[in-house]
């Protein structure tokens, strides 16, 4: 069966340091994978997507970015938080439309 | 533009009493729709999701949606909710601009009391 896997759950981190969360896809092949992030009280917000390794589309200009480096491996980066980061960043992956999302466990993020 | 709207954002029912959670969406061609479920601190969960037959689709743990494409609505319901549906509720239409992407509803906070 397939399973993800996101982490850390929880981290705490000064403003102007770098980030790096990590998901990884489990008993699948060629995933598309996503990363969201959800802020207290609202809804999910799309970050990047891919379809394949090294293929990033980003959907909201900001200081984050993503990377594809293996097939089942994406990453969520940022050279310098801001405080505008803290949130809950989720990644999820599918076979398509029809099949929907499963998601990760999410991490929890505060900037300080 | 594609977007989806949940217009309630907290509902309160009595355990036991029927759920019918609100969906609208905007979608130019045949949409793909669904319901995920997210219990405070996780990720997640899918509950049903519909893209063509049968309007009404079951779910897990109980739950059904309908879609009707006159009011661009897909409603959640349950005959009977129990303490443990408390959570998080999103609607979800799926796009396909290339990239598969999700656009997901700002999400309804459903409280059940005994």
Do not use: M
Not at chain 1, 26 to 52: H, K
């Amino acid at each position: 069966s397939q399973t993800i896997h996101q982490w850390p759950a929880t981290l705490v981190q000064p403003v102007g340091s770098p980030l790096s969360l990590e998901c990884t896809v489990e008993g699948t092949s060629n995933p598309n994978l996503y990363w969201y992030r959800q802020a207290a009280g609202r809804g999910l917000q799309l970050l990047f997507y891919s379809v394949g390794i090294g293929q990033i589309s980003s959907e909201v200009p900001q200081n984050l970015s993503a990377s594809r480096p293996q097939d089942r491996q994406f990453i969520l980066s940022s050279k310098k938080l801001l405080l505008s980061d803290s949130g809950f960043y989720l990644c999820a992956w599918s076979r398509g439309q029809r099949s929907g999302y499963t998601f990760g466990s999410g991490t929890r993020l505060t900037v300080v | 533009a594609q977007s989806v709207t949940q217009p309630d954002i907290h509902i309160t029912v009595s355990e036991g009493a029927s759920l019918e959670l609100r969906c609208n969406y905007s979608y130019g061609a045949t949409p793909y729709l669904f319901w995920y479920v997210q219990s405070p601190g996780q990720g997640l969960q899918l509950l049903l999701k519909y893209f063509s037959g049968d309007t009404l689709v079951q779910g897990i743990k109980g739950f059904e949606a309908e879609f009707k494409r006159s009011q661009s609505s897909f409603n959640l319901r349950k005959p009977s909710v129990h303490w443990s549906d408390a959570a998080e509720y999103f609607c979800a239409v799926g796009v396909d601009t290339g990239g598969f992407k999700t656009i997901f509803g700002a999400g309804t906070r459903l409280f059940v009391k005994a």
